[in-house]
């Protein structure tokens, strides 16, 4: 067992290890996702935080007084399905987030539940490939929290982010949004699911109720109208293979700024 540990492992094994060890042995016995998580989260400690930090490695953030006037929407502006309207007409009251795949324990969380969970707010600047950028704040629930609520199996490497949305069906009738990230950038501390925007609720046209924030990474990974996240080993098997939507077009899998 101890030669297979990858960086993937430690740093899953060690995050865990840091909350069980403050907290006594009962954090991952709730009875439901929402209590699993929150035990968890209230474990979160600098110490585990500190394992993650490494200035270089953070996006910069910046103040207030940086924040464009107006953060345009880009790609998709509203997803057309029937679901997504029941959806949003009910104010996202009944949409789950659902975190499943490689997880020895799946998770279904309301937007609610999401809320009341350990926040991060971050000020950041957008960078899209068709040549704008974007500074704006973003309020949301650090990934790895969740993750490590569902405790990744240990052949889980990467993260696929199902979307609400198809944008631009092509002619072979693929345009479901999709993104993956390894698990690298899934524990980052900058790494967040944000379902706040600015101040104010996640805005429809920016991916309402909840987006990827990936702040090393261009805007297209930055996954709008997230449905549910599935861990996987392989992203072989989605869409046509390359990761993502603009990575099955041609773009790069890793969009490094
Ligand atoms: N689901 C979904 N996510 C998406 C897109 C999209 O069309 N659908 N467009 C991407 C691109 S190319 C960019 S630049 C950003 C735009 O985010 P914004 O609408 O908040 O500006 O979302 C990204 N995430
Ligand atoms: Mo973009």
Same mark, same amino acid.
């Given at each position: 067992?101890? =030669?297979? @540990?990858?960086? *993937?492992?430690? +740093? ?6 840091? !909350?069980? &060890?403050?907290? $006594? ?89 999401? =809320?009341? @969970?350990?926040? *991060?707010?971050? +000020? ?6 068709? !040549?704008? &950028?974007?500074? $704006? ?105 390359? !990761? ?14």
């Amino acid at each position: 067992m101890k =030669k297979l @540990l990858t960086r *993937r492992s430690f +740093i899953v094994g060690s995050t865990i290890g840091a !909350g069980l &060890s403050l907290s $006594g042995c009962d954090v991952l016995t709730g009875s439901d996702s929402f209590s699993r998580v929150l035990k968890l989260g209230e474990t979160i400690t600098m110490g585990a935080q500190r394992l993650f930090l490494s200035d270089k490695a953070l996006a910069r953030e910046f103040t207030e007084a940086d924040m464009s006037p107006v953060f345009k929407s880009n790609g998709t502006h509203r997803p057309d399905s029937a679901e997504y309207a029941a959806l949003a007409e009910n104010n996202f009251v009944d949409w789950r987030l659902v975190i499943d795949g490689l997880v020895d324990q799946p998770l279904s969380l309301s937007l609610a539940e999401l =809320k009341r @969970l350990p926040s *991060r707010t971050q +000020i950041t600047r957008h960078d899209c490939v068709e !040549g704008w &950028s974007a500074i $704006g704040k973003w309020t949301g629930v650090p990934l790895g929290l969740l993750l490590q609520a569902a405790r990744l199996k240990p052949n889980a490497r990467y993260l696929v982010f199902h979307c609400a949305d198809e944008y631009e069906k092509t002619l072979d009738g693929t345009g479901q949004y999709y993104e993956s990230i390894d698990l690298v950038d899934a524990f980052h501390p900058q790494t967040i699911l944000a379902y706040g925007m600015n101040g104010t609720d996640l805005p429809i046209p920016n991916g309402a109720p909840l987006r990827l924030r990936v702040e090393r990474q261009l805007g297209y990974k930055h996954a709008k109208y997230l449905m549910r996240i599935e861990a996987v080993e392989s992203f072989a098997a989605f869409g046509r293979g390359n !990761g993502g939507f603009w990575e099955d077009r041609g773009y790069e899998w890793y969009a490094g700024i």
